[in-house]
Nanobody, 115 residues
Framework: QVQLVESGGGLVQPGGSLRLSCAASGIVFSIYVMNWYRQAPGKQRELVATITSGRSTNYQDSVKGRFTISRDNAKNTVYLQMDSLKPEDTAVYYC?????????WGQGTQVTVSS
């Protein structure tokens, strides 16, 4: 079974940094597109960043220049480095992968940016 486990969330002040990790199992990790989403209370879940098997990346406009998605295929792990964090970044962050038309999600990790 495909399993995704996020970690690295926490409480930080505006301007601070966090690095989120997502450990994957049950798939041949290196061939898959991996995604980070986030969801704030009362809001729709939104795509934050994507990385392909070829390590091409895409970002939501609001995080460009501040967030960096990367992957370590040897560790079956995708990362989201978040710098210059803003209160608007506060959300539960989820790792996602699609396999055979089925979407898989981690349990989420809370990121809170507050003074």
């Amino acid at each position: 079974q495909v399993q995704l486990v996020e970690s690295g969330g926490g409480l930080v002040q505006p301007g601070g940094s966090l690095r989120l990790s997502c450990a994957a199992s049950g798939i041949v990790f290196s061939i898959y597109v991996m995604n980070w989403y986030r969801q704030a209370p009362g809001k729709q879940r939104e795509l934050v960043a994507t990385i392909t098997s070829g390590r091409s990346t895409n970002y939501q406009d609001s995080v460009k220049g501040r967030f960096t998605i990367s992957r370590d295929n040897a560790k079956n792990t995708v990362y989201l480095q978040m710098d210059s964090l803003k209160p608007e970044d506060t959300a539960v962050y989820y790792c996602n992968v699609n396999n055979a038309g089925v979407g898989y999600w981690g349990q989420g990790t809370q990121v809170t940016v507050s003074s």
